[in-house]
Structures are given as C-alpha cells and as structure tokens.
C-alpha cells in the first residue's frame, strides 16, 4: 500500500457528483424579519409595537408526540435595525406555576423550560449558530456544523432577558450581526429554527424537526427573509486582562528555588477582528491560559500516553473548523481504533520536556510560555470553509543547583506551531474535498536537546465525503494522511523505539530500526460507510496507521501499526407504544491487525438499549474476544498471546426532570485467570432551582496476569532473542469520586465546585518471565529450579545456572490524591468576567499494595496540600 495511491483513491471518492443529487430537504415555511422603527429594549417584556403583530404559531411536536400539535401554544417574532438581529417570544402556559425556572451557570443544558433561536448566515446548509434561554434566563449558545452536531464553547457576546407571567413566559434576544458570519449582500436569505421546550413533559416543539428515523438538521431549516440594506459595523472586540497568582505549594527543605509562595502578576490581551462580515481573526498577546477546571488525576500504568480534554477558551472557540476525517457521517464508530488525531492543542504550552541535567535542587516552569497565538476561520467563496492557526511558544529555562553552584538550563527550545485548513463543498453539502496540514518547527541553542526532541515536524492529508443518494441515506466518508518528522539520529532512535512505535520488535519481519535515519515518514487512513436514516442501522469502516505514521508533534497518536475494521449492523424502534419510548438493538464484529497480519484484536459485540414512557434509560452490551496475538505486552519485545475473553456491561439512567437523578453503570471483563470489575454512580440532587449537587462515586477492582516489570540483557535467553521479559500479578482496586456543585445566584453570577478524591493500590506478586515468543507460556520465579527473594526482590532465572540474576525493585504501590477547585465567576457586563479561583491538589504515594481506605483517608488528610488562587479580571471593548 502507497501514499500516492491511498491520497489518489480518497480524493476520487469525493469528487462532486452530478448535480442529480443537489435536491434540498429544506423546509418550504418561510418565516419574515421585519424592520423596527423603534428601538427595542431587551427585558423580556414584549411592550414594543412590532411584537403587537400576529407571530408565527407552526410549531410542531419532536417528541414525546412527534408530529403533534404542541401541548402549549407559543408566538414567536424576528426583526432586525442596522446591528442587530432580534427575537421574541410569547410562550403560553395553561399551568405557570408547573413551570421549570431552574437556574444554572452559562452553557448549562439543564433541564428546564427553554426557548432557542438556531440560525443559519451562510444559508449552507450544514452550520449556523444556536442561542437559548431557560425560564430562569440561563443562556446557553454555541455553533452548528456538519448539519447534526452541536458545540457550545463558542461565547457571543448578545443579550437575552425572560418574564414569566399569568399567562406564561415571555423571551427577548438581540444578537448584534457582529457576532454572526455571513456573506454581505443587499438582500439576505438565511436558514432559521426555533425551539421550545416544556421540562415538565419533557417535550420539544420545533419549527422543523428531524424525524426520529432520519437526519440532517440545520440543512432542513426554514427560510429567514427581509434582512436587507444592513451596514453593521465591523467588528473588533478587544478583551484584555489582568490576572494575579499565588501559589503556595509543598518544597524541600533548604530549596533555593522555592520557598513555598509565589506571587505571580500576569497582563495580555485578546482581539477578534472581523475580516468582512465572513471571517475573523483571533489573536492573543501573552495568553493566559490557566483552567477553570483541574485535570482528573489518574494511575496510568500502560504503554499510552492519558489524552486530557483541551479547556483552554482561545483553543477551543471555533475548534471545529479544524476537524479533520470527522464530516458528513452522523456516527463513526470504533472498535478499538485510536484515530489519530492530526491537532491535539494541549501541545501547545504544555511542560517542558527536555530532560534536567543531575542536580540537587531544580526550578522548572510548569508549561511553556506562550508568546503569542493567531487564527483565522470563517467562510469564503462558494463553500470554502477555511482556518489558519498560529503560534509561537518561548525558549524555556531550568535552574539548577548542584553542590551549591547554580546554572541555568535549557529544556524546551523556541518551538513554531502552524495549522492549514481548508475545504469545498459542493452540491448543498452532499459532497465535501479538503485538505489540512500542520507544522512544528524548532530552534534549539543546547545541542543537548536534539537527542530528545524532534527538530520539527509535517503532518498533511486530505478528507471528505460523499452521499450516494437523493435522499441522503448513505454517506461514505474518508481521509488519508501522512507524516514527516525530523530530528538527529539519536533523536529518530528513540522515537522508532518509543511505544507508539515499537520498531525494534525482534520478531518482527516488516520494520526495523534504521539508526541512521534523520526522519521517519508514514501514511494513515480511515474509511466508512453509513447509513444516515431508517430503522436498520448499518456502519462499516477500515482504518491503517502504518508502523512509522507520528502526528505527536502537534497531534495525538495512541500507537501506530494497525489495521483495522468493523460491520455494524442494527435495529431500532422510535414509535413510542405504551410499552416503550424506543429501542435500538445492535450486532458488530470486529479485527485488528499488525502490518505483518498478525491478528491483534478480534471480537464479537452486541448492545441495546431502551427508553421506557417514564423516561428512564437502560442500556446493557456484551461481548467476546478469541485467542489473538499482542504486540505490545513485551514494549518492543517478541509477540505474545491474548487469551479469549467475555465482557458483560449495564446501565441505567433516571428520569433528569425529577429533583434526585441518578445514573448507574457496570461492567465485567474475565479472560481465563484475569477477572475485573467496575461500578460507576452517579447521584443528583436540585435542592433548589439555582443549585445542584452531583456526587459520582466509582469503584473498580481488576486482576492483570501479565503485568509489565521490565525487559534485562541475558545472552542465555536464546529463546526470548537475548532478553528476558519479566511480568507480575497485579491486583489493583481503585476508589475515587467526582463532586460537584454548582450554585448559581444570577445568570450572570455563579459558583462552581469540584473535587475528586482518589484511592489506588496496586499489588505484585508471582513475578514470571516469557519462556517462548507468540506464547503465553511463562515461568514463576520460585518454580521450575528459579528462585527470588521475598526481601531484596532479587529473581535468579535458573539457581545455580550460568544466568545472570534480576534486581527487581519493589512495584506495590498504594497512591492518593484529592484534587478540586472553587470558581466564582461573575459577568458583570456582557463579555467581561471577573474570576476568583481557588485550587488545592495533595497527594502521596507509598509502596504498599494492600488498599487500606481508613489509613489512607487519615494519610491524605495529614499531606500538606498546595494551594493557588486566582483572581483574574477582564473587560471586553467593543470598537
């Protein structure tokens, strides 16, 4: 298989086809914006004449009764003056005090009453914007893309108040045109939504719906019109903060460096230009990038590196232009494919990574400075959705004390990060062509640090898709893409070596080391097929990642060397009966491969779920796993063998209207002497409108029989190429929770809290070594004339034998964390937040396997914790 013939096949398949396919499911409705002649005052009182004139009342049941007339009627209006799109809505209730008015933080979808406004400026089809209210006046916004999905971490700056009333409740929005993208004409036609929802039935009403066996959702919506000679002012926010830091945190004695407090005083800026009416530029002078919200602490003991959610504002608003090999489809399913991802941002400013030279005390920078970032995104032409990215990271520095003589040391070098995005779509969204590519390059002044990281780095490749029918029921989607990374020969070793890669593989007959290489070029690729729409459900798709493919640079790869693929097939029930809501029933199967076409994972899968009439979810999978074979239990050694294996997982969800909601899953997986189980909970409780509390014990407790120690030179070891793999039992048990509560004064003014305990120990014992490759035969130090010892944990393979003993160390651990946050977040005028924000984190780790939950409470209470708290204020100017 060839880069050249995989690029070539992907962008044939999506090529535009014939303009036979261009027909349109947009809804025929078409809804009027009139022109105010008076200004309109947002309070959530419909006082102003235009809202005097007969409304728009076709709304229509999704669901519980889809199709039906709505439980209650509702009004709605649209208009507009020279910089603002406005909407109001009278929204009758023959029961008001059964009104939901719950009061949650900005962005929280809680269930509640809500009124929403979906609009659609380019009038593509396939994105837009979505603004809502509840009947307490929490907003909630966010964009449109790839006409079914949503995402809410873009923040406009609009105005939104509601009323309630004798009569029911009322809303008023105003959206300036300077937060919306659209192409500028005299004459504007945009696609529009409009949706209710009644908590207490949890009903939805909507303009145009989805029907529950179809898809598409923006490319339905009806037409907005009479939007003409509008001149909006261009839009240039500018959003500068100030922020102070201190931290108190734990130190060693007689630490030059750290004395245990900080105080850190930060200053920069934020500006959004628009480019026109339908681009915008992002840049950011001296970011601050601090998380509202901790990373979750975790116990990793695999090969792969943990993936954290980017949180980070600048990063994630408009992320979705970026997506790449995600469009077109409704589901991309995946039986144990880590698609790799070409953009992972958290690259960006993360820690340091060169390594310290030997010292007795070191001060090294958590994350690397970032000097500066820029961004372009929006649309242009006909169809062309384009993003531009950019950023620059600063040379960081270590200092280091060794034997009371100090130095400073380099340990991330001046680091360029580059992103390209474009893509046409043709025939209103049936097919799409693009193409994306980043790149990494750094400049190094300690020649020490081009033996650990790459000097720099391009990943390139092409996606799109394309429907095979009018009606929109099947969709083939694809991309391909390669990878070019560079560094000095000590550099490529490593990374050829590293477990994303393995290539040192004895056993192996495809790929090997090349320790001359000064760069490492590979291709990957992904193609599905699915079915949008109807009762059966059917999805199939065929993924490789060759063995010397790395996005890693500024993307996230899990492992490279696989292939893969899956037939999903399936069927569901969306008409309500007195019996049930609805029920899906699904079948798959399933195999992973290596480039030699050893089988490395293979399986048989089936899950179900069900929607009852009082709104309770129970959903429940099971499945079974042949003997394969592992090429990766050995970290680069011989092969190995997987046992067959059986999975068993249930869950049931509470009805999310009711003041206790609770959530339950459960899971098992056994191969032959390698049992484990799982339990996750989760219990809500809205004491009041305006406060929730949400605690989400878990608890697992699993059995590895072949744990990783470590790989040792023996040149007796003729059968294991030379080495011996040496593994352990490992009993782990885990106990955390996740807490949370969010206490929210005004729509404007909330508080949020987090805490995460976590308790894990993990206990080795039986420690064994591999007797042959492709196997999963071992011996047990003790056994078969080799011996350890219980104290010094030193393993002699054969006693008296001429093999060398093995010093092992001590793997039994027992570690605990807690870690939350308190954020209070006020936003005094739109678009400008003051934020105070406490942070407290402790942790121990002890070698001990045995889980003991008082001893280790008492423990973690007696950890000196650190401490930082935040205050950080910004005020948004709009020119």
Known sequence: MRFGSTIGLTVLLFLPLPSVLSQSSRSSITVRAIRSAEPLVVDGVLSESVWQQPGLTELRQSRPDEGAEPSQRSEIWTAFDDDALYVAARLYDTSPDSIIQVLGRRDNDVTADWFAFYVDPYYDGRSGYFFALSAAGTMVDGTLYNDDWDDNSWDGVWEGKTSIDDKGWSVEMRIPFSQLRFHQKQQYRWGVNFRRSVGRRSERDFLVYTPRNESGFVSRFADLVGIENINPARQVEILPYINTRAEYTQHLPNDPFNSGSKFLPGLGADLKVGLGSNLTLDATVNPDFGQVEVDPAVVNLSDVETFYQEKRPFFIEGANIFNFGFGGANNYWGFNWGSPDLIYTRRIGRAPQGSLPANDFADSPLGTHILGAAKITGKVGDNWNIGTAHAVTKREFARIESEGRRASTEIEPLTYYGIGRTQKEYNNGRQALGVMATYTKRSFDDPRLRDEINSDALVAGVDGWTFLDSGKTYVVTGWTAFSRVQGNEARMISLQQSSRHYLQRPDASYARVDSNATSLTGFAGRYSINKQSGSIILNAAFGFIDPWFDSNDLGFLWRGDAINGHLVLGYKWVTPTEYYRSVQLRFATFGNFDFE???????????????????????????????????????????????????????????????????????????????????????????????????????????????????????????????????????????????????????????????????????????????????????????????????????????????????????????????????????????????????????????????????????LWSVKPDNIFMLKFTYWWSL
Do not use: C
């Open 597 to 859: 076409w050893n089988k490395t994972w293979h399986g048989y899968f089936h899950n179900g779920s069900i929607e009852f009439p009082n709104f309770y979810n129970v959903f429940w999978g099971i499945a079974y796993n042949p003997v394969t074979v592992n090429n990766r239990r050995t970290r680069g050694g011989p092969l190995t063998l997987n046992l067959p294996g059986k999975e068993f997982f249930f869950g049931v969800n509470s009805d999310s209207r009711k003041t206790w909601v609770a959530e339950i899953f459960a899971q098992t997986y056994a191969r032959s002497n390698e049992p484990s189980f799982s339990i996750e909970t989760s219990l809500e409780w809205k004491p009041a409108p305006n406060l929730t509390v949400r605690v989400g014990p878990s608890f697992s407790k699993d059995r590895t029989d072949a744990q990783w120690i470590g790989a040792y030179d023996d040149p007796t070891a003729s059968a294991t190429y030379g080495q011996r793999y040496v593994f352990a039992t490992l009993d782990q048990t885990s106990l955390s929770a996740n807490i949370r509560v969010n206490w929210t004064f005004t729509p404007q003014l909330s508080l949020q809290m987090f805490v995460q305990p976590l308790i894990s120990s993990g206990d080795y014992h039986d420690f064994k070594e591999l007797l042959q490759p492709k196997s999963y035969n071992f011996r047990t130090y003790g056994e078969e004339g080799s011996t350890i010892s219980a104290a010094t944990f030193v393993a002699d393979p054969d006693g008296p034998g001429p093999a060398p003993a093995i010093a092992l160390e001590n793997p039994d651990f027992n570690f605990k964390s807690l870690r939350g946050n308190a954020v209070l977040r006020w936003e005094y005028r739109p678009g400008s937040t003051l934020y105070l924000v406490w942070t407290q984190s402790r942790a121990e780790s002890e070698s001990l396997g045995e889980f003991q939950f008082n001893r280790s409470l008492d423990r």
